[in-house]
């Protein structure tokens, strides 16, 4: 907007105003009309669909998904459109290129768009910017909610594993020690992480594998899975046996 | 309202009136909240302009239940998850404060992103109304952080993960990551002190400077007047008077051989309005 039709818009509210009525209590009652449906919505909602507690962290159970709240959807699954290619540049992308450029046109919205027009009918670009975001984030939402529910099983069982050996403990400590809350065995787990079922055919070796479990970013760049440095040198071997024989000895 | 004027006031009244005198004299108080409510904004304002007032007045839900959730609330690893036990299925009430805390995050998430819909949709954010956009987007990113802080305090087993996981992207990123990753865990790790952190974040940091953001946001809004739909009858009139008197300029500007010869003359009173 330049500085005439800064001033033609001042003088165009200035008018609206002088025709106006007061904010009390012609604006202010139907803000209140709408607060009250709210609230009114909250409670109902409340009342209706009773807030669970899940089960408490660290339980060997494969039947939940660590998933955050519904609104952070779009962008769980936003970064995992650039995450599954599995490279250093991507992994960049996605936390840091993308969130920030969003921020940036977020705030920069009115200082990009200056022109002087308000009707939405002329203004065709910003109309379907608005649908597009609107549609993508829809979509995004709605994957994030249908995409990854976590299938539970029972208890999964391979063949090759005799009981008491090392393997044998090594699923025991993957059970116990909540990986099974992001990756799956054989259909039961979460998929926050890959199907860990053939892992095994990668031919990474044992020690890939402990030392992808004390700090998997020093192994993979970039790596999302949290560190398990607290496990003992046993249980670390007994792990590193069981996921390296998957999909090959263990079956 | 002291429209009409029925005899000398009871002692009641007089002395409720010298109070109200005394501290408007020091204050101004009456006088700044008679001029904020008795202001007067555009004749037609929409419905879709209330959603910004229904997310203020969630957020002070938000508050109210977050104040009697933290009485029973024990920010810390070992009793949390107990606590959030003890507030859903032993405290008298204690499932419906829960439950309005948890659906009012969602329905103020809901409101915040309509409201900014229709800011968008009237082009509200232009001229003069820009940093009024801007500390919104500010309260949108806040209210975001609001619901990522307080889903972890619930600590079950979905709330940690999804939270380490999160800690974790934010780690990844470049430079910065890191170092925010660490002050938001208080450490390298997730451990005992993050839920703790998370606590403060949740109940101190980010609802201080909501309410500060929010206090910004409605002195822009009640300084710069709400905007008028740009489809109202009004600025439909106005616009047309406007696009009628540069015609009529236009026309002024031909040589005088030329001049079409105007059909509808513009009306006198259209041209004074727009011209003024
Ligand atoms: C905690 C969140 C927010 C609260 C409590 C809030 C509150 C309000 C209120 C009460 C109004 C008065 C008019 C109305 O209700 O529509 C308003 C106007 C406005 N808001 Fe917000 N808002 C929030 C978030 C946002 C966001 C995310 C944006 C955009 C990025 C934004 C941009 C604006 C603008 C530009 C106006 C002026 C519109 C006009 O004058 O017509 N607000 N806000």
Request: charged share 15%; net charge positive; proline share 6%.
């Given at each position: 907007?330049?500085?005439?039709?800064?001033?033609?818009?001042?003088?165009?509210?200035?008018?609206?105003?002088?025709?106006?009525?007061?904010?009390?209590p012609?604006?202010?009652?139907?803000?209140?009309?709408?607060?009250?449906?709210?609230f009114?919505?909250?409670?109902?909602?409340?009342?209706?669909?009773?807030?669970p507690?899940?089960?408490?962290?660290y339980?060997?159970?494969?039947?939940?998904?660590?998933?955050?709240?519904?609104?952070?959807?779009?962008?769980?699954?936003?970064?995992?459109?650039?995450?599954?290619?599995?490279?250093?540049?991507?992994?960049?992308?996605?936390?840091?290129?993308?969130?920030?450029?969003?921020?940036?046109?977020?705030?920069?919205?009115p200082?990009?768009?200056?022109r002087?027009?308000?009707?939405?009918?002329?203004?065709?670009?910003?109309?379907?910017?608005?649908?597009?975001?609107?549609?993508?984030?829809?979509?995004?939402?709605?994957?994030?909610?249908?995409?990854?529910?976590?299938?539970?099983?029972?208890?999964?069982?391979?063949?090759?594993?005799?009981p008491g050996?090392?393997?044998?403990?090594g699923q025991?400590?993957?059970?116990?020690?909540?990986?099974?809350?992001?990756?799956?065995?054989?259909?039961a787990g979460?998929?926050?992480?890959?199907?860990?079922?053939?892992?095994?055919?990668?031919?990474?070796?044992?020690?890939?594998?402990?030392?992808?479990t004390?700090?998997?970013?020093?192994?993979?760049?970039g790596?999302?899975?949290?560190?398990f440095?607290?496990l003992?040198p046993?249980q670390?071997?007994?792990?590193?046996?069981?996921?390296?024989?998957?999909?090959?000895?263990?079956? | 309202?002291?429209?009409?004027?029925?005899?000398?006031?009871?002692?009641?009244?007089?002395?409720?009136?010298?109070?109200?005198?005394?501290i408007?004299?020091?204050?101004?108080?009456?006088?700044?909240?008679?001029w904020?409510l008795?202001?007067?904004i555009?004749?037609e304002?929409?419905?879709?302009?209330t959603?910004?007032?229904?997310?203020?007045?969630?957020?002070?839900?938000q508050?109210?239940?977050?104040?009697?959730l933290?009485?029973?609330?024990?920010?810390?690893?070992?009793?949390?998850?107990?606590?959030?036990?003890?507030?859903?299925?032993?405290?008298?009430?204690?499932?419906?404060?829960?439950?309005?805390?948890?659906?009012?995050?969602?329905a103020?998430?809901?409101l915040?992103?309509?409201?900014?819909?229709?800011?968008?949709i009237?082009?509200?954010?232009?001229?003069?109304?820009e940093?009024?956009?801007?500390?919104?987007?500010?309260?949108?990113?806040?209210?975001?952080?609001?619901?990522?802080?307080?889903?972890?305090?619930v600590?079950?087993q979905?709330?940690?993960?999804a939270?380490?996981?999160?800690?974790?992207?934010?780690?990844?990123?470049?430079?910065?990551?890191?170092?925010?990753?660490?002050?938001?865990?208080?450490?390298?790790?997730?451990?005992?002190?993050?839920?703790?952190?998370?606590?403060?974040?949740?109940?101190?940091?980010?609802?201080?400077?909501?309410?500060?953001?929010?206090?910004?946001h409605?002195?822009?809004v009640s300084?710069?007047?709400?905007?008028?739909?740009?489809?109202?009858?009004?600025?439909?009139?106005?616009?047309?008077?406007?696009?009628?008197?540069?015609?009529?300029?236009?026309?002024?500007?031909q040589?005088?051989?030329r001049?079409?010869?105007?059909?509808?003359?513009?009306?006198?009173?259209?041209?004074?309005?727009?011209?003024?």
């Amino acid at each position: 907007m330049n500085r005439a039709q800064q001033e033609a818009y001042r003088r165009d509210y200035a008018q609206a105003k002088k025709e106006g009525k007061p904010f009390f209590p012609y604006a202010i009652y139907k803000d209140h009309i709408v607060a009250i449906l709210v609230f009114a919505g909250i409670i109902g909602m409340a009342i209706w669909q009773r807030v669970p507690v899940g089960p408490p962290v660290y339980t060997a159970t494969s039947t939940f998904e660590p998933r955050p709240e519904w609104y952070f959807f779009f962008l769980f699954q936003m970064l995992k459109i650039f995450k599954n290619q599995n490279a250093l540049v991507p992994v960049i992308m996605a936390t840091f290129l993308v969130p920030n450029i969003l921020m940036v046109l977020l705030v920069g919205t009115p200082f990009i768009d200056r022109r002087a027009e308000r009707r939405i009918s002329k203004r065709p670009f910003a109309l379907s910017v608005a649908i597009l975001v609107f549609i993508g984030m829809a979509w995004l939402t709605y994957q994030g909610e249908t995409g990854a529910t976590p299938t539970s099983g029972g208890a999964v069982t391979f063949t090759g594993i005799t009981p008491g050996s090392s393997a044998a403990a090594g699923q025991t400590v993957f059970d116990t020690e909540g990986c099974t809350s992001c990756h799956m065995l054989k259909g039961a787990g979460g998929q926050v992480g890959p199907n860990l079922t053939t892992v095994g055919t990668k031919n990474l070796g044992v020690d890939w594998f402990v030392r992808h479990t004390k700090c998997p970013s020093c192994v993979t760049p970039g790596s999302q899975m949290p560190p398990f440095a607290g496990l003992t040198p046993t249980q670390l071997q007994d792990l590193g046996t069981f996921l390296n024989g998957l999909g090959t000895t263990y079956k | 309202m002291s429209t009409t004027d029925i005899g000398p006031k009871g002692p009641v009244g007089q002395v409720g009136g010298a109070v109200v005198d005394h501290i408007d004299h020091r204050t101004g108080a009456k006088t700044g909240l008679t001029w904020f409510l008795k202001r007067n904004i555009p004749g037609e304002t929409s419905w879709f302009q209330t959603l910004g007032f229904a997310a203020m007045a969630v957020f002070g839900l938000q508050a109210v239940t977050g104040i009697v959730l933290a009485m029973y609330y024990k920010p810390d690893p070992a009793s949390a998850y107990s606590s959030i036990q003890h507030i859903t299925n032993d405290v008298t009430w204690g499932w419906l404060v829960r439950g309005m805390h948890k659906w009012g995050a969602s329905a103020m998430i809901i409101l915040v992103f309509l409201h900014m819909a229709r800011v968008f949709i009237f082009g509200s954010y232009k001229y003069p109304r820009e940093l009024t956009w801007v500390t919104g987007a500010l309260l949108l990113v806040m209210v975001m952080f609001m619901g990522l802080t307080g889903y972890l305090l619930v600590w079950d087993q979905r709330a940690y993960w999804a939270t380490v996981v999160a800690m974790n992207i934010t780690a990844s990123a470049p430079i910065v990551g890191p170092y925010i990753a660490d002050v938001l865990r208080a450490g390298t790790n997730f451990n005992s002190e993050t839920l703790a952190r998370f606590y403060s974040i949740h109940m101190l940091v980010i609802p201080g400077g909501i309410a500060t953001f929010i206090g910004l946001h409605l002195f822009l809004v009640s300084k710069l007047g709400i905007a008028e739909p740009p489809w109202s009858k009004r600025a439909t009139r106005a616009r047309r008077a406007e696009e009628a008197s540069a015609r009529a300029a236009a026309r002024e500007r031909q040589p005088q051989g030329r001049r079409e010869v105007s059909v509808e003359p513009a009306p006198q009173s259209v041209t004074a309005e727009a011209g003024q």
